[in-house]
């Protein structure tokens, strides 16, 4: 796992964690916004991004590897903690495995409920599928319809080469295993309601189900946690594409020491 660091390390530490198959730069703009007042790290998780040769194990095990690196780099507590999809499950299990670890913690669009037959489901069209919709090509396509359908979410130049860097080299075997661990696997542990921790938990208005059902069973297990419903908007949007919405809801929310 690699950590890219941006601001002043004397500053207070927010973490934020991408989503499964992105790598490091899913919030890159918010680091940059961020680093005028915190330090900020955006690991990349073993099988993504530049660590695309390291075999990636599990949520259990990248959350260890980010428990160790705040301990051995930031006196083994942070700010904030944040993450979206698999990033933000990882939240959730750093904070189940330290109860003080971050005063604040932002979750987006995260399961907490294992879903056996989606992550069958979604297994079976990576192997039959994944380097198709993985290649240059797709992803070539994919960048050019978000300009044309959505240009308000479209990725800037910067953003857009790391894509094709990273994506056409992301392991099937990666996305395998993440998605039988994140989808089919994990499970809230009941040491979250010994979290300090204050959550703003969001949720895209369009996500599935088991995505809502997951933020309803976090807030009922880990009371001091409030849900934001994004309005319009599908799975981690706010996070991967909408940097300056996000800022607008989280810098309130980490600024706020009640």
Request: aromatic share 10%.
């Amino acid at each position: 796992m690699k950590f890219h660091e941006f601001g002043d390390r004397k500053c207070p530490h927010i973490l934020l964690v991408h989503g499964g198959g992105n790598s490091w730069w899913n919030y890159l703009r918010q680091a940059r916004m961020l680093s005028e007042n915190y330090h900020v790290i955006l690991p990349t998780l073993d099988g993504h991004g530049e660590e695309y040769q390291k075999d990636y194990i599990s949520t259990e095990n990248s959350a260890q590897q980010i428990m160790d690196y705040i301990k051995n780099n930031c006196d083994g507590e942070l700010y904030a903690v944040g993450g979206v999809s698999l990033g933000g499950q990882i939240v959730m299990e750093l904070l189940s495995l330290d109860s003080e670890i971050a005063q604040k913690a932002i979750i987006d669009g995260s399961l907490c409920i294992p879903q056996a037959k989606l992550a069958r489901v979604s297994t079976i069209i990576v192997k039959l599928f994944g380097k198709l919709m993985f290649s240059k090509l797709a992803s070539k396509v994919q960048l050019s319809l978000m300009k044309k359908m959505y240009p308000i979410m479209a990725y800037p130049a910067e953003l857009e080469n790391y894509y094709m860097v990273d994506m056409p080299r992301l392991p099937m075997k990666t996305l395998i295993t993440m998605y039988r661990t994140y989808m089919g696997g994990y499970k809230l542990k009941r040491s979250i309601i010994d979290s300090k921790a204050q959550v703003l938990y969001i949720y895209g208005e369009k996500e599935m189900r088991c995505v809502k059902e997951s933020a309803k069973l976090f807030r009922k297990m880990h009371p001091n946690c409030t849900l934001y419903e994004a309005k319009g908007y599908s799975h981690g949007y706010l996070s991967a594409y909408l940097p300056l919405e996000w800022m607008d809801l989280v810098k309130p929310f980490l600024e706020n020491n009640v």
